[in-house]
């Protein structure tokens, strides 16, 4: 289907099933329930693993396959989100150009790093990355942000006001749409105790990630891809076999920077707003961590790598003291004190700490992330029955 | 008429004089073997030819061309294939992929966005690929991992990749360096087999005199930086000077 | 004149710290072939040993005294610190006042222990390890080391305030008459870094184990085969390294309010000096460091921020650009390490 093979189609069509069900997937517990905070199938959130889901898919395009480790594709991000919001602000609020443009923008600015940055490989290449996106966020955060010339807005952040140009704008459309049907709105459905939301702008984010997880998958399978697998196994033969490496390494550079020049013009399509902090090496971080967790080098990996990472750091980060003590109030006082004290540490606004180990965790166990994880599950569980197949007919 | 050709080389790295005045011509449709003690400066030359080091005086061509101020890969698209000392392979890739690479190089040259086709529709470089691992008799490793085969395998697959270009000149750097005695015969036959059937002009560094002299049909000894003798293998065998300077040194080894 | 002799002043404090982290991560580079991301988080740890011993050293008894009253009309509670009930008041004074300096020696220990947990627990086990992985165990462990110190002291710079002797200003023009005033705690921070300097240096000079180190970042498989248990070394030479970043940090707080995310900010810049200095060269790495230390205080001037919005805060990327495109190797790099 489509030009892929069975199992490609296999997981393509997995992910556009959970990206569709979503709304129900991802709100397994009734609303009343106390699991009711474990649910992630609201707007906001759901939105959230769609567009950092496609970031991380053009994150791994680059590190995946060409093994190019880049600290500062936020800077991608954040200038995909200030994109967008100047087409708000000059035009109007239709997505449409806000996205084209974040991606526009997004892919010369990584010509122009990536160029840069590419004269070196390795570890130089990481800390190069990291210290342009580093200079980006002073850029966004100080440089552009004066009374002469005030392109960012600096520490309030970029946003649309009632007084800017909007040249083709449609009254009682004051929220970002998509020719007249507005992101914010949701449809709720209420089947017996469930409440199940339908949300635009997470639909819209949806489509647009189901088309790029497609358009990854036919770069993994085509001969660029091939190339760029071959750019991290031995670059050496590859000069020597008559292939220029930068130009493949500067290509996946710019293909990933318009990846997450796209998510960044979402994230702002679905919240018309745009701060230098998404561009801050916490940021560029998240990302490596997304596609490093779910398995770099894997087409799914990324997007449940996303997944993971934006359930956890929502779900974590809303558990207080109060929370943990609700939960463990039946057990003896010392027990509940002393457990919710060492939870506290990593609930909260503890969720940083837990990143941080999740992240040294998964580079020393499970380099290969979850993906690999449920490759050597499977393979166990394989060789255990042939063992067991083997030993039959001996006895 | 000679393939490669080079007039007059110097190289020296700091106050060393690796190369001292190399004159060297390669004749297209034979095979070419630069023989020499160690420390002759035969890698520095080889690395003159593809475009790893610039040579410091003097002039190299390659088909009536220059290759001074060229990268690697620019020198491979004009016809110049390398096999390395240990083989130089995609390690992480299939067989079979391994041997796509190169077909793609060939076909689309140093550099081509082609993000799209998937590689199971190009089937034009998918028969290419098929037909030289037939030919090197490794189709049946066609879907190994390169990186879990044995050494000689993997010298024989590097092979098939520079063979799948169909290069005007095959440089070859000790080619049976570290084989078994087995696996140095294979690659002979299969050197003399290729040679036979594809005409292949073909540069081989090498330190075995078995291998030199049941392959080469000319033969360049170098020591201490320059040509001392250039000839057939039969001349080179009796040339006194070649005796001092080569077995003079192996005997110290 | 005199203002451009103060903007170079005031560029050394930074310059030192950019230096010695720099000098730390060169070290580090150069012997054991890896890249620390978590070498920020050391000097900000070093920072926070400062905080420490200044918060222990205030602990107190608080007694009540019948004699005054607090503002309600209630006895007044009176703070005594221990060290003022032990040695007496005169004397636990002038401790509590010193306790930046006195720091160092708390901190030298602890910062040597911790470089060498981390070498031996951690780092040790990626020296197979592709560089990626490398960079991402060190830069979790940045992450983790900042937010343990966040959560025991909180998200607000906390001030340490250097000893009365050393806090005032001095006139350091008087000699050659200009006028130059100065804070004399950063022309002690000066000094101070330069003899860490000088006492690392010295040490991979003159010492045989320096020597053994200087080989073996010149070439670790040759001093490997020679014997010499080469990674015992390189262990004590991260501590030492962990040891220099934390001193940097130590001696810092009084210029600036520590907080957590010390260590990110200057590892960034640091990495840039270290590139500018030239990938594994250690006078290039302190040279890179005072040269991007003054012209970081030249940009920050008035002239200059009026001009350039900002550009007090870009200006060491910049240079960084233009170095890596006119010499890719660094001021002082060796040919080859950086050029690839």
């Known amino acids: 289907m489509l030009n892929l093979n069975q199992r490609d189609t296999g997981t393509f069509l997995f992910v556009i099933i959970i990206t569709v069900l979503a709304p129900f997937v991802m709100n397994p517990f009734p609303t009343e329930s106390a699991m009711a905070q474990f649910n992630a199938g609201y707007p906001d959130l759901m939105q959230r693993f769609v567009i950092f889901g496609i970031f991380a898919i053009g994150f791994n395009i680059l590190f995946g396959l060409t093994g190019y480790l880049s600290f500062g594709h936020a800077a991608f991000l954040g200038v995909g989100s200030y994109a967008a919001v100047w087409m708000f602000k000059l035009l109007s609020y239709n997505i449409i150009p806000a996205l084209v443009l974040s991606v526009i923008i997004a892919g010369i600015f990584s010509l122009f790093i990536g160029f840069l940055c590419l004269r070196r490989s390795g570890i130089y290449f990481s800390i190069l990355t990291l210290a342009f996106a580093q200079m980006s966020f002073a850029i966004a955060y100080s440089v552009l942000s004066n009374p002469k010339f005030n392109l960012t807005n600096g520490e309030t952040g970029l946003q649309v006001y009632a007084d800017d140009i909007q040249l083709f704008k449609v009254e009682n459309l004051t929220t970002p749409h998509l020719f007249g049907v507005k992101m914010n709105s949701t449809y709720e459905l209420t089947l017996g105790a469930w409440d199940f939301q339908f949300n635009v702008g997470y639909y819209v984010s949806a489509v647009v990630m189901i088309l790029m997880f497609y358009v990854s998958i036919r770069i993994f399978r085509s001969p660029f891809g091939l190339m760029l697998r071959a750019v991290k196994t031995n670059q050496t033969r590859l000069n020597y076999t008559g292939l220029n490496t930068r130009p493949y390494t500067l290509a996946a550079f710019v293909i990933s920077g318009m990846y997450a020049g796209l998510a960044g013009g979402l994230l702002a399509s679905m919240d018309p707003l745009a701060g230098a902090e998404r561009m801050q090496w916490t940021a560029s971080g998240e990302v490596v961590l997304m596609t490093i967790l779910g398995g770099a080098g894997t087409l799914l990996g990324p997007v449940l790598g996303a997944g993971f990472i934006k359930y956890f750091e929502n779900i974590l980060s809303k558990i207080n003291d109060n929370v943990l003590h609700a939960w463990f109030q039946y057990l003896p006082?010392?027990?509940?004190?002393?457990?919710?004290?060492?939870?506290?540490?990593?609930?909260?606004?503890?969720?940083?700490?837990?990143?941080?180990?999740?992240?040294?965790?998964?580079?020393?166990?499970?380099?290969?992330?979850?993906m690999d994880g449920a490759n050597r599950i499977r393979e166990a569980i394989r060789g255990r029955k042939a063992k067991k197949n083997a030993k039959t007919p001996a006895e | 008429m000679s393939i490669l050709e080079v007039q007059n080389v110097n190289k020296s790295f700091g106050g060393l004089k690796a190369l001292q005045?190399?004159?060297?011509?390669?004749?297209?449709?034979?095979?070419?073997?630069?023989?020499?003690?160690?420390?002759?400066?035969?890698?520095?030359?080889?690395?003159?030819f593809v475009g790893k080091l610039v040579p410091d005086t003097g002039s190299v061509t390659f088909d009536g061309?220059?290759?001074?101020?060229?990268?690697?890969?620019?020198?491979?698209?004009?016809?110049?294939?390398?096999?390395?000392?240990?083989?130089?392979?995609?390690?992480?890739?299939?067989?079979?992929?391994?041997?796509?690479?190169?077909?793609f190089a060939k076909r689309d040259g140093s550099?081509?966005?082609?993000?799209?086709?998937?590689?199971?529709?190009?089937?034009?470089?998918?028969?290419?690929?098929?037909?030289?691992?037939?030919?090197?008799?490794?189709?049946?490793?066609?879907?190994?991992?390169?990186?879990?085969?044995?050494?000689?395998?993997?010298?024989?697959?590097?092979?098939?990749?520079?063979?799948?270009?169909?290069?005007?000149?095959?440089?070859?750097?000790?080619?049976?360096?570290?084989?078994?005695?087995?696996?140095?015969?294979?690659?002979?036959e299969l050197l003399k087999e290729i040679q036979a059937r594809l005409k292949i002009t073909m540069a081989i560094i090498e330190h075995d005199m078995g291998v030199v002299f049941s392959l080469a049909q000319k033969i360049s000894v170098l020591a201490q930086g320059t040509v001392i003798a250039e000839d057939l293998p039969d001349a080179i065998r009796s040339d006194p000077r070649v005796k001092e300077a080569y077995l003079g040194t192996a005997a110290e080894d | 004149m005199d203002a451009l002799l103060l903007q170079i002043l005031n560029g050394l404090d930074k310059g030192s710290a950019y230096a010695l982290i720099a000098l730390g991560l060169t070290l580090i580079f150069g012997t054991l072939g890896v890249v620390n991301f978590a070498h920020g988080a050391l000097f900000m740890i070093g920072a926070f040993c400062s905080v420490t011993l200044n918060k222990i050293l205030n602990l107190s008894t608080v007694t009540l005294d019948a004699t005054q009253k607090d503002f309600l009309g209630n006895p007044l509670k009176v703070k005594t610190p221990y060290v003022e009930s032990w040695f007496g008041e005169a004397a636990g004074q002038s401790i509590i006042d010193w306790s930046v300096p006195l720091?160092?020696?708390?901190?030298?220990?602890?910062?040597?222990?911790?470089?060498?947990?981390?070498?031996?627990?951690?780092?040790?086990?990626?020296?197979k390890r592709p560089h990626a992985d490398q960079i991402l165990v060190t830069f979790g462990l940045a992450i983790v080391l900042q937010e343990v110190v966040k959560a025991f002291f909180g998200a607000n710079p906390i001030q340490t305030p250097a000893p009365d002797a050393l806090d005032g200003v001095m006139d350091l023009g008087g000699a050659i008459g200009l006028q130059l005033s100065y804070p004399v705690w950063r022309i002690t921070y000066f000094f101070f870094a330069m003899a860490v300097i000088g006492g690392v240096f010295a040490f991979l000079r003159f010492t045989t184990f320096g020597m053994v180190v200087r080989a073996g970042m010149a070439d670790r498989e040759t001093v490997g085969l020679l014997g010499i248990n080469i990674d015992k070394k390189f262990t004590i030479m991260f501590g030492i390294a962990a040891a220099v970043a934390g001193l940097a940090g130590v001696m810092y707080t009084p210029i600036n309010p520590p907080n957590y995310h010390w260590g990110m900010d200057f590892l960034v810049l640091s990495f840039v000096v270290v590139v500018v200095g030239g990938m594994g060269s250690l006078p290039g790495a302190v040279l890179a460091g005072f040269?991007?230390?003054?012209?970081?205080?030249?940009?920050?001037?008035?002239?200059?921020?009026?001009?350039?919005?900002?550009?007090?805060?870009?200006?060491?990327?910049?240079?960084?650009?233009?170095?890596?495109?006119?010499?890719?190797?660094?001021?002082?790099?060796?040919?080859?390490?950086?050029e690839e």
């Open chain 1, 333 to 370: 006082e010392w027990l509940e004190n002393s457990l919710v004290w060492v939870l506290h540490w990593f609930t909260g606004k503890g969720w940083h700490l837990t990143l941080g180990l999740l992240f040294m965790i998964i580079v020393i166990f499970l380099p290969g992330g979850l």
């Open chain 2, 21 to 48: 005045n190399v004159n060297l011509k390669v004749e297209e449709g034979t095979i070419h073997a630069i023989i020499g003690p160690n420390g002759a400066g035969k890698s520095t030359l080889l690395n003159c």
């Open chain 2, 65 to 103: 061309q220059s290759l001074l101020q060229k990268k690697p890969h620019e020198i491979n698209q004009m016809g110049v294939s390398r096999v390395f000392q240990t083989p130089e392979i995609f390690t992480d890739l299939t067989v079979f992929e391994n041997v796509m690479i190169p077909c």
């Open chain 2, 111 to 188: 550099f081509e966005l082609n993000a799209w086709k998937p590689v199971t529709r190009e089937s034009d470089i998918r028969e290419r690929a098929e037909q030289m691992l037939i030919d090197v008799n490794m189709i049946d490793k066609r879907d190994m991992i390169a990186s879990s085969m044995s050494r000689g395998d993997k010298r024989r697959l590097e092979m098939a990749m520079c063979l799948s270009q169909s290069p005007k000149l095959l440089l070859l750097d000790e080619p049976t360096a570290g084989m078994a005695r087995a696996d140095t015969e294979s690659t002979i």
């Open chain 3, 103 to 127: 720091a160092i020696i708390f901190a030298i220990p602890v910062m040597l222990a911790i470089g060498v947990i981390m070498e031996r627990g951690l780092i040790k086990h990626f020296y």
């Open chain 3, 291 to 338: 040269l991007l230390g003054i012209l970081e205080s030249f940009a920050s001037t008035t002239w200059a921020t009026t001009t350039i919005p900002g550009i007090n805060q870009i200006i060491i990327y910049l240079v960084a650009i233009i170095i890596l495109l006119v010499r890719p190797r660094g001021l002082m790099g060796r040919a080859g390490v950086m």
